[in-house]
């Protein structure tokens, strides 16, 4: 693999232990993926596992040692970068079921951590949806550690940036270099898979959780080939809320980075264009209700009706769906015995602030917090849970078998009926009741 | 025995064999598998209820989000990681976990390498030449 003279002088040392470490995992990297040279970044998107990553405990203390090894003598980054949502708002984590010491130990690790990066110059986004801060350009690479942000900027922006992860992003906003390989490459982002909506699915009908059972069903279907869905109501690519929730679920159940929708994404203004040279030989996939309802039966594990937490916003509520549960919670009361804690972004918190929703929910009994992974704060939750995410319900449900959280999953409709009346109602035309 | 030859994340490491433990989904090493124990916990996974500890991990590849590498990285720092990693299609987050974790990785093989391996084969994993050996389950093999 081709290093210019300044790529060199990095992995010589030249520069320092940290970049030079930085450096040879790019390089291993690069070369266990036949890339003939690196390709220069312009931002990175940062997952270090001291602020996001179970930050207690023997993987606390094992994320630190991995981190503190990279960073050794760093103190600024070549990009400027954003950064993850906190693994849990420490302000809340005892009602979600944390001991005083794991806060205790949280409250070191993290809060050091926290300190470290925004020292070194790192946007405190704290959001897996650093895009409404850090908008992408189309051709423009990018490191992104953080599952739907890596789809969202190759797919919604047309940005190139590989499946990286927390120790490859850090590597890269470090050097200011990933590998050339993969989605940084154009010949590789040609669609290899046509998805097709059945008629008889009305899209434009679609609940939010709707979007993440069909993004359930495209992943499982496609496995490792970059799909293209050729019939895409064109509204859906006007919504946040729709496309967060069709992107969320696919970026964890596939390996996928890259999601075209004929008319909607820059990349594929024609199903011919975004199949580009594949379009001879790929295959058709038709995805129709009974898809839908079998991804909504695989994320539905709990049986009995009774809720004991509703946990929204993986990732982050959007405006929208403050909207939607706002306009259900009313002057309502949550439920006594039920736990309905909203996740959203510091931008989104301080806009739902000034719209007067906050006060509402308060008024109402939700737990209002921000910057914080509900995915990874909610698994310490004894009882049954109500989400709007697949990837919610997966980190629930799949997360270990002793102490497995009974998940329903619906739509923010569903969840909030769920937080006002203690007990899973249902109602999705396609969902679980 | 067949022999396959595929690309070999790093040559540095020395000969690795054990069993093989073949799984036909995409694998999440983080919250797919329990780092505690070593178990697939995936629900709905056809491998789910497996042990990966000390095998010949046999898979198409991985998925799942950007904590991929930290999930690898616990196992392998809780002593319940995989001995080797063969894949059919490379994912950058299973390479990133092998280079920090010193883990064997061959991927890319001519053949569809679930097909080839059956669980319980013993498999000779040389890093250096990017080649594993398969010697079928059902004939003994010993060592000398």
Redesign the interface.
């Known amino acids: 693999m081709y290093l210019n003279k300044y790529q060199q002088q990095i992995l010589e040392g030249k520069y320092g232990r940290g970049s030079q470490k930085a450096m040879e995992i790019l390089r291993a990297m690069g070369e266990a993926r036949g890339a003939e040279k690196m390709v220069e970044i312009s931002y990175a998107h940062l997952m270090p596992p001291d602020v996001m990553f179970f930050p207690y405990g023997r993987q606390g203390k094992w994320g630190q040692e991995l981190i503190r090894d990279l960073i050794q003598d760093i103190d600024h980054l070549s990009v400027p970068a954003t950064i993850e949502p906190k693994f849990v708002d420490l302000n809340i984590a005892k009602q979600l079921e944390f001991s005083e010491d794991e806060i205790k130990e949280m409250n070191q690790i993290m809060e050091s951590a926290v300190r470290f990066y925004e020292k070194l110059g790192v946007i405190p986004t704290y959001s897996a949806l650093p895009f409404f801060v850090y908008p992408g350009k189309l051709n423009q690479h990018v490191s992104i550690a953080e599952s739907i942000s890596i789809l969202w900027y190759n797919t919604i922006f047309g940005s190139r940036c590989e499946r990286d992860d927390g120790v490859i992003s850090l590597s890269a906003a470090i050097t200011g270099f990933v590998p050339e390989v993969g989605m940084h490459l154009s010949q590789n982002r040609y669609a290899q898979v046509i998805i097709r909506i059945k008629d008889e699915l009305e899209v434009n009908n679609f609940a939010d959780s709707d979007f993440d059972a069909l993004s359930l069903a495209i992943s499982r279907r496609t496995k490792e080939k970059i799909p293209v869905i050729s019939n895409l109501p064109l509204s859906v690519g006007q919504s946040y809320t729709k496309l967060k929730h069709l992107l969320a679920t696919i970026a964890v159940e596939s390996g996928l980075p890259l999601l075209h929708m004929v008319g909607i994404t820059p990349e594929a203004p024609t199903l011919e264009i975004a199949l580009g040279p594949n379009h001879h030989k790929v295959e058709e996939v038709l995805i129709g209700e009974q898809e839908i309802r079998e991804a909504y039966n695989i994320a539905c594990t709990a049986k009995e009706n009774h809720i004991d937490y509703v946990l929204l916003g993986c990732p982050h509520v959007t405006m929208k769906e403050f909207m939607e549960i706002i306009k259900i919670i009313d002057e309502k009361k949550v439920h006594p015995n039920v736990k309905f804690v909203i996740s959203t972004t510091k931008l989104f918190r301080d806009t739902a602030s000034d719209m007067g929703y906050l006060d509402i929910l308060k008024k109402a009994g939700a737990i209002i917090t921000d910057s914080m992974c509900i995915a990874f704060a909610g698994t310490k939750v004894k009882g049954t849970i109500a989400t709007n995410s697949i990837k919610g319900a997966f980190f629930y449900s799949g997360f270990d078998q002793e102490k497995v959280s009974p998940v329903w999953f619906g739509s923010t409709k569903e969840c909030t009926h769920a937080a006002i009346e203690g007990r899973w109602i249902g109602g999705g035309k396609y969902g679980c009741s | 025995m067949d022999v396959l030859k595929g690309?070999?994340?790093?040559k540095k490491h020395p000969i690795v064999e054990g069993k093989a433990l073949v799984i036909k989904d995409?694998i999440?090493f983080w919250?797919?598998i329990?780092?505690?124990s070593g178990?697939i916990?995936?629900?709905?996974h056809s491998g789910r209820g497996q042990n990966v500890t000390g095998k010949i991990l046999v898979f198409?590849?991985?998925?799942?989000?950007?904590?991929?590498?930290?999930g690898y990285?616990?196992l392998y720092?809780?002593n319940k990681a995989p001995l080797a990693l063969l894949c059919n299609?490379?994912?950058?987050?299973t390479?990133?976990?092998?280079?920090?974790c010193n883990t064997p990785?061959i991927y890319g093989f001519k053949k569809d390498i679930l097909k080839v391996i059956k669980t319980g084969d013993h498999i000779r994993v040389n890093s250096q030449k990017g080649e594993i050996e398969i010697f079928k389950e059902n004939l003994i093999y010993r060592k000398e």
Not at chain 2, 7 to 10: A, C, E, I, T
Not at chain 2, 89 to 93: E, F, Y
Not at chain 2, 95 to 100: M, S
């Open positions: 690309k070999s994340v790093s995409l999440a919250a797919g329990d780092w505690e178990d916990v995936e629900v709905a198409p590849a991985g998925k799942g989000g950007a904590g991929e590498t930290f990285y616990y720092r809780n299609t490379v994912q950058a987050t390479v990133a976990g092998a280079i920090i990785m």
